[in-house]
C-alpha cells in the first residue's frame, strides 16, 4: 500500500450527499473538483463547496512541501452526532484499506466540521489544520454553534424556551387580563430558582415518572406529595377571604395553621414514597431511617401547632412545652424501633440476593443462602459457593464487601 499525507475536508451534515448525491470519501483532486463544482452550481451559497476548493488550493501547496499527498473529502450522516461519526469512521476504514496515511491536513469551514478532529488524531497525526472564512458565515455558525450547545442545558432551556412559551399560552387564553398571571408565573419561577427548589420538584417530578413507568405503588405517595400543598393552599385562601381582618396578625396566623397538616403530609408521602422504593433497591435497611424521618415530622407539626393555639390563645402556655417533652419522647422510642429495620449488623433473609464485593469494590459473587444460628452468609464464586462469617463483611449500599 501507498504510504500517503491527506489533505482532508469534512462535510459532517452531509450536504454533498444530500444536494448533488455524492457520497464519501471522495478521493483525488479530480473527482473533488468535479463535485464542488456541482455543489457550488446547486447551491452558490454552500460552504463546503468553497471547502472543497481551499482544499485543492491546499493540496497544491501541500505537494511542494511533501511527496506523496492526495486530497479526500468525508462525509457525514444527515445530521451531526454519533450518525455522522460513524459515518465518518467507516470511511476512514476505507480510506485506510488503500493507504497507509502519514498525517493529515485538516481544511473545515467552522465548528461543526472541527468535532471530526479526535476521529483523525485517532487514525494518525494532524500535520496542519487551516479553517476557510466566507465573509461572516464563521461568526454566524458559531453563533449559531453556540447557542445550540447552550440550549442543550435543561436549565438555560426551561429559562429561554419554557417561561415564554408558558407566557404565550397564557396571554392567548386570558388576553388582556393575562398581565398579572405572567407576574405571578415569573415570580413563582424566580421564587423556585433562587432558593434552589426547582431542582427539588423536577427531582420530585422524575421519581413519578420512574415509578410509573417501574409500575411501583411509590407513584400514589409521590402524586400525593406534588397535589397536598395544593388543597392546603386553597383552604387558606378560602379562610382569608371569609374574614374580617379585624386583627390582620389573628387572622393571617389562624388561616395559616390550616397548612400545617397539609405540609406534613407532603413531606411524609414523599418520604414514605422514597421507603417504597428502597424496599424495591433492596435497601430495607433504610426503612428505619424514613421512620425517624416521618416520625420527626409529625412531632415538629404538632410543637408548631401547640405553638401557634397558645399564640391564638386557644390554649394554655403549659401546652407548647408538653408538646415539645412528648415529641422528644417519642423519638427516643422511634429510634429504638427503627433499629429493628437496621440489618447492616444482622443475619436476615433480606441479604439473599444481593452482589458481594472485595475490599477494591470488584464484583465476586451473589449470596446464596444465609445461615442465623452461624451468623454467616455463603455466595456463590467462580467456582464454589464460600461462607464468611459476619465479621469478615458488612453491607453498606445494598452491598456485601468482604474484609480483608
Do not use: H
Not at 156 to 162: D, E, K, N, P, T
Not at 373 to 398: A, T
Request: glycine fraction near 6%; charge should be positive.
Amino acid at each position: 500500500m501507498q504510504r500517503k499525507i491527506f489533505v482532508v475536508c469534512v462535510d459532517r451534515d452531509n450536504d454533498i450527499g444530500r444536494k448533488v448525491n455524492e457520497d464519501g470519501p471522495i478521493i483525488g483532486r479530480e473527482r473533488n473538483l468535479a463535485v464542488a463544482q456541482k455543489l457550488i452550481l446547486k447551491d452558490p451559497t454552500e460552504s463546503d463547496a468553497n471547502t472543497m476548493f481551499a482544499a485543492i488550493n491546499k493540496l497544491e501547496e501541500a505537494r511542494k512541501e511533501y511527496k506523496n499527498v492526495e486530497l479526500v473529502t468525508l462525509t457525514g450522516k444527515g445530521k451531526t452526532g454519533l450518525k455522522s461519526d460513524k459515518e465518518i469512521n467507516k470511511q476512514l476504514d476505507t480510506l485506510q484499506k488503500k493507504y497507509l496515511v502519514d498525517g493529515w491536513i485538516l481544511i473545515t469551514d467552522g465548528m461543526e466540521d472541527n468535532q471530526v478532529i479526535p476521529l483523525l488524531q485517532s487514525r494518525a497525526k494532524i500535520i496542519s489544520t487551516d479553517q476557510v472564512i466566507i465573509k461572516q458565515a464563521q461568526a454566524v455558525e458559531s453563533t449559531f454553534y453556540t447557542l445550540k450547545e447552550v440550549l442543550k442545558d435543561p436549565g438555560i432551556a426551561r429559562l429561554v424556551l419554557g417561561i415564554p412559551g408558558i407566557i404565550l399560552i397564557v396571554y392567548f387564553i386570558l388576553g388582556q387580563y393575562s398581565f398579572q398571571a405572567i407576574a405571578l408565573i415569573l415570580g413563582i419561577y424566580l421564587l423556585l430558582k433562587g432558593f434552589g427548589i426547582e431542582e427539588k420538584i423536577i427531582n420530585l417530578i422524575n421519581m413519578v415518572t420512574n415509578s410509573i413507568f417501574e409500575q411501583r405503588i411509590s407513584v400514589v405517595m409521590y402524586v400525593a406529595a406534588i397535589l397536598s400543598p395544593f388543597f392546603g393552599i386553597w383552604l387558606v385562601y378560602l379562610q382569608l377571604m371569609s374574614s374580617e381582618f379585624i386583627d390582620i396578625g389573628i387572622d393571617l396566623i389562624s388561616a395559616l395553621r390550616l397548612f400545617y397538616p397539609f405540609l406534613a403530609l407532603t413531606v411524609i408521602a414523599f418520604i414514605v414514597g422514597r421507603a417504597i422504593d428502597c424496599i424495591y433497591a433492596k435497601k430495607a435497611y433504610k426503612l428505619g431511617t424514613y421512620l425517624i424521618q416521618c416520625v420527626s415530622i409529625i412531632s415538629i407539626w404538632a410543637i408548631f401547632d401547640a405553638g401557634t393555639l397558645v399564640f391564638l390563645r386557644q390554649a394554655d402556655l403549659v401546652w407548647f412545652p408538653a408538646n415539645i417533652m412528648g415529641a422528644f419522647i417519642i423519638l427516643l422510642i422511634t429510634m429504638k424501633i427503627a433499629n429493628v429495620f437496621d440489618i447492616r449488623e444482622k443475619i436476615t433473609n433480606s441479604l439473599l440476593g444481593l452482589n458481594v464485593l472485595d475490599d477494591e469494590g470488584n464484583y465476586i459473587g451473589k449470596v446464596v443462602e444465609i445461615n442465623k444460628k452461624k451468623q454467616s452468609i455463603q455466595y456463590q464464586g467462580e467456582k464454589d459457593i464460600i461462607e464468611k462469617k459476619k465479621k469478615q463483611f458488612y453491607l453498606k449500599n445494598g452491598r456485601i464487601y468482604l474484609i480483608v
